[in-house]
């Protein structure tokens, strides 16, 4: 089965991940300009989901962070690992998405629908998060992530699958059913911060798990 071949290639540390290249540049250029500062670069870093996880599984690793405590606020792991290294990981996504960009156009669609709802999402679980009093930065890379495994489905399936054999509607579904089943996986393999890992997977009743659930209604609501 092909979801259980994605889950075998996650749980073997194979994460590959094409997404939208446009977006990936517009972030280059912000993050290159000499007068951003870390909370600009922050913003840009946030538009997209894999890079906000991949940042924050640099931070964490033990070439940066040997304190053992966990860095999940976005703006306090681009500190940390410094500038020329966000701007490292922008260009390795680049390259990673113009060898990945041959998707159909149906799923090219479907994925830039699935960008507009994470990115209204992570802005009202931003403004949740205020109100709060919790951290806003930390609750809109999780809500980011969120949306990780639709994303990562979105490309793969779209290698995969014959377009003789399935649409938009029967994707769309099979997404739906399965999608819990890879973020585990997915999450691990990118070495996500365990809390928001809980928070993601609706482990607990914490803030965070409540902020991104609150903030997903939310956007449905307003479909």
């Known amino acids: 089965m092909i979801i259980k071949k994605l889950v075998d290639e996650l749980n073997n540390g ?49 070439a940066y962070n040997q304190s053992g405590k966990e860095i999940v606020d976005i703006s306090m792991a681009i500190s940390k ?23 159909p156009e149906f799923i090219k669609t479907m994925a830039a629908e699935t960008w507009k709802r994470a990115a209204e999402s992570a802005a009202n679980a931003y403004l949740l ?43 769309a579904k099979l997404i739906e059913e399965h999608s819990h089943i890879v973020a585990g996986p997915l999450m691990k393999s990118l070495k996500t911060p365990s809390e928001i890992v809980s928070a993601v997977l609706d482990e607990n009743e914490g803030v965070l798990a409540r902020i991104i659930k609150n903030a997903r209604n939310h956007e449905e609501c307003t479909r």
């Open 14 to 62: 194979e994460v590959i991940f094409p997404t939208t290249i446009n977006l990936a540049l517009k972030i280059k250029k912000e993050v290159e300009d000499d007068d951003a500062g870390v909370a600009e670069v922050a913003k840009s870093v946030q538009k997209e989901p894999v890079l906000t996880a991949k940042t924050l599984r640099l931070a964490n690793s033990t």
């Open 81 to 103: 690992i410094g500038l020329d290294a966000v701007k490292m990981l922008v260009m390795t996504l680049i390259v990673r998405q113009m060898t990945g960009s041959k998707l």
């Open 129 to 171: 998060a205020k109100q709060e009093k919790s951290n806003p930065n930390v609750a809109m890379s999780a809500t980011l992530i969120k949306y990780l495994p639709e994303f990562y489905m979105l490309s793969r399936l779209g290698i995969d699958i014959d377009e003789k054999q399935i649409n938009a509607e029967r994707l």
